[in-house]
């Protein structure tokens, strides 16, 4: 069973590696991050110091296989779900948009967003089995790539 629990400082070692996943960082485009850049990042969302939520995705037997992130802007929230490359494949990441879709309910939120490079497939597939409906809006990024605009009403 998968759970999504607010991170904790003693996550910050699990979510490092997990942020710095070779297979996640091409597919999202992101560079490594030192552990101290970690830590901070952690520590300022689990003192709530920072706008963006961070919710580790906990496999009852495994421990953390992902995580998924909120960044709000007013009544609508950014949603990012991450599942380390030794365990995709296995339902996880439709299971934790899942859980991230229903954690949003109730907390005064319309819409949650998630943009999607066009060319992310397993995750264009892993938001649509989720519910998320493709909005037909096309993000260009400043380096070319395409990103769409799914969209997942509370
Ligand atoms: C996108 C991501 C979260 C999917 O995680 P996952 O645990 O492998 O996904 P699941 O096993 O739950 O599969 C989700 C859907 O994608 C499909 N899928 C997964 N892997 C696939 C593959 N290799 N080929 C084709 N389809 C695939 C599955 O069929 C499934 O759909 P279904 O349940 O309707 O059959 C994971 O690849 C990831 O963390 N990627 C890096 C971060 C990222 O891109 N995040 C999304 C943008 S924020």
New binding site residues.
């Given amino acids: 069973m998968l759970m999504l629990e607010p991170v904790t400082i003693n996550d910050t070692d699990t979510v490092w590696k997990l942020r710095n996943?070779v297979?996640?960082r091409r597919?999202?485009g992101l560079g490594v991050i030192s552990f101290s850049e970690c830590l901070d990042w952690v520590a300022n969302i689990s003192e709530g110091k920072s706008n963006e939520r961070l919710m580790v995705a906990k496999d009852d037997k495994l421990g953390i296989?992902?995580f998924a992130?909120f960044r709000y802007d007013g009544d609508v929230a950014h949603?990012?779900?991450?599942?380390?490359?030794a365990?995709?494949?296995?339902?996880?990441?439709?299971?934790?948009?899942k859980l991230a879709n229903e954690y949003s309910i109730g907390k005064g939120i319309k819409k949650l967003i998630?943009?999607?490079?066009a060319e992310?497939?397993?995750?264009?597939?892993?938001?649509?089995?989720?519910g998320y409906i493709d909005t037909g809006e096309v993000l260009i990024t400043p380096n070319k790539k395409a990103h769409f605009v799914y969209e997942w009403k509370c």
């Fill in positions: 996943d297979a996640t597919e999202l296989v992902g992130t949603v990012g779900v991450s599942i380390g490359s365990f995709r494949g296995n339902g996880y990441g439709k299971q934790a948009i998630a943009k999607i490079s992310n497939y397993k995750a264009l597939f892993a938001f649509e089995s989720a």
